[in-house]
T-cell receptor, first 114, second 118 residues
Framework: AQSVSQHNHHVILSEAASLELGCNYS??????LFWYVQYPGQHLQLLLK??????LVKGIKGFEAEFIKSKFSFNLRKPSVQWSDTAEYFC????????????FGGGTRVLVKP | GAVVSQHPSWVICKSGTSVKIECRSL??????MFWYRQFPKQSLMLMAT?????????EQGVEKDKFLINHASLTLSTLTVTSAHPEDSSFYIC??????????????FGNGTRLTVT
């Protein structure tokens, strides 16, 4: 069975600090990778996705993620966070061989202090 | 863009009663919808895949007789929590993929329904 692991459950940092959230998956074959964000009281929104091609993916709001196939990782980064980036971030994996079921990681709560 | 709408946004019910949650795709027809459940401070867990015109496919450990799913039209799937108990209190989220998109394209999520069973 596929699984998705996010290393940090909680992250607290100050504005302008850099952010990196880890995500590892354990699934062979072709995968599609996503990062979703859930702001307080809001629904999930897609930050970025990787299907194929350039392993460095640019998303919305200054986020990017790098797919490293050899490490089964898809870490999310942002060079300089803002208070408005306070949210919960979910990594998700989709595999066609598994019927396109989207599996989520446990989530990371990020608190950016002003 | 594609929008998925859920109703109600929140509901409080008494133990033993049943609650119905609706999920609608507003500008596309969804032959497949997905129901997720999110416990506080936890991730989303897939409960079941709702298939238009046929039975839903439930994930392991999800009671199909307790969580009734009906996908009677291409734009509406319903999740009914039957004989609700306090442990069913959770955040339920539906999602769908626009069939005009690739088969592995991102899902569109509803705003979720917060169920509290007293």
């Amino acid at each position: 069975a596929q699984s998705v692991s996010q290393h940090n459950h909680h992250v607290i940092l100050s504005e302008a600090a850099s952010l990196e959230l880890g995500c590892n998956y354990s699934y062979g074959g072709t995968v599609n990778l996503f990062w979703y964000v859930q702001y307080p009281g809001q629904h999930l929104q897609l930050l970025l996705k990787y299907f194929s091609g350039d392993p460095l993916v640019k998303g919305i709001k200054g986020f990017e993620a790098e797919f490293i196939k050899s490490k089964f990782s898809f870490n999310l980064r942002k060079p300089s966070v803002q208070w408005s980036d306070t949210a919960e971030y979910f990594c998700a994996v989709n595999a066609e061989a598994a019927g396109n079921k989207l599996t989520f990681g446990g989530g990371t709560r990020v608190l950016v202090k002003p | 863009g594609a929008v998925v709408s859920q109703h109600p946004s929140w509901v409080i019910c008494k133990s033993g009663t049943s609650v119905k949650i609706e999920c609608r795709s507003l500008d596309f027809q969804a032959t497949t919808m997905f129901w997720y459940r999110q416990f506080p401070k936890q991730s989303l867990m897939l409960m079941a895949t709702s298939n238009e015109g046929s039975k839903a496919t439930y994930e392991q450990g999800v009671e199909k007789d307790k969580f009734l799913i009906n996908h009677a039209s291409l734009t509406l799937s319903t999740l009914t929590v039957t004989s609700a108990h306090p442990e069913d209190s959770s955040f339920y989220i539906c999602s769908a993929r626009d069939p005009r998109d690739r088969s592995n394209s991102p899902l569109h999520f509803g705003n979720g329904t917060r169920l509290t069973v007293t």
